[in-house]
Nanobody, 127 residues
């Protein structure tokens, strides 16, 4: 069982940066692959990035590649999303998700693969 809480969202001008955090509870955080998804008004939830149990495998949506970086600290039971060069199109509620992975390297772009979700944090990028 995993409970997660996102933080770090806010209002920023285009070109600026934000760092999101997702703090998790549970005894076996290191057994879970993690991901970040986002949802804008009127749109479906979309994949942003994912990271494997050991942090050595990652994947990014084309729209954020080169601008966003996902990382995790298993000792702190926290996953991070560093967002640079933000664009108005990045405006959304950002959610962290997790799923138990039987492999060290497993990652997924599919939101249906994720078992647990945080409440979300709002990111607003002004033009």
């Amino acid at each position: 069982q995993v409970q997660m809480v996102e933080s770090g969202g806010g209002l920023v001008q285009a070109g600026g940066s934000l760092r999101l955090s997702c703090a998790a509870s549970g005894r076996t955080f290191s057994m879970y692959a993690m991901g970040w998804f986002r949802q804008a008004p009127g749109k479906e939830r979309e994949f942003v990035t994912t990271i494997s149990r050991d942090g050595r495998s990652t994947d990014y949506a084309d729209s954020v590649k080169g601008r966003f970086t996902i990382s995790r600290d298993n000792a702190k039971k926290t996953v991070y999303l560093q967002m640079n060069s933000l664009k108005p199109e990045d405006t959304a509620v950002y959610y962290c998700g997790s799923y138990w992975s039987g492999t060290l390297y497993g990652i997924s772009r599919n939101p249906t693969a994720y078992d647990y979700w945080g409440q979300g944090t709002q990111v607003t990028v002004s033009s």
